[in-house]
């Protein structure tokens, strides 16, 4: 190959590289940021939460009960269920944590990581590919 011949493919590659970029960011992350496309994923983490929230209020609930028995006999176990409430609290975090990355994290992958990683990798084999699941 000739040096022309290089730096038209070279050329080309910029050009593909800056077009997958655009696609990425406009078209792809356009699509991706609707509500309707995760819709089932949000549905479902919705119900996770609730059925986490019920098993945090039904362990809350039992402990102030057993706290109301007399003598102090069952108090050991009810400060083991009012423990159990924070790990509870935690998991909960951590569903809406995992909804935050559905609704924002996905965006914000086709609209900075793919370009970014479009630069850093310069193999041109796999991204069209993910650029037509797009359309």
């Not at 590659?13 to 990425?24: C, M, N, Q, Y």
């Not at 209020?57 to 402990?63: G, I, K, R, Y």
């Not at 990581?113 to 479009?118: A, F, N, P």
Request: glycine residues 4%.
């Amino acid at each position: 190959m000739d040096t022309t011949e290089r730096r038209l493919i070279g050329l080309a590659k910029i050009l593909i590289a800056i077009l997958i970029g655009v696609v990425s960011f406009y078209v792809c992350a356009g699509k991706v940021s609707e509500t309707s496309f995760f819709q089932e994923s949000i549905e479902r983490l919705d119900d996770t939460k609730e059925t986490v929230m019920k098993f945090s209020a039904a362990t809350l609930a039992v402990s102030v009960g057993i706290t109301l028995l007399p003598d102090d006999y069952a108090t050991p176990l009810a400060n083991t269920l009012a423990d159990m409430s924070k790990y509870f609290v935690v998991i909960l975090g951590m569903i809406f944590f995992e909804k935050l990355m559905v609704i924002e994290g996905v965006p914000i992958a086709f609209r900075f990581v793919i370009i970014i990683l479009k630069l850093v990798y310069r193999e041109m084999d796999f991204w069209p590919l993910v650029i037509w699941h797009c359309l």
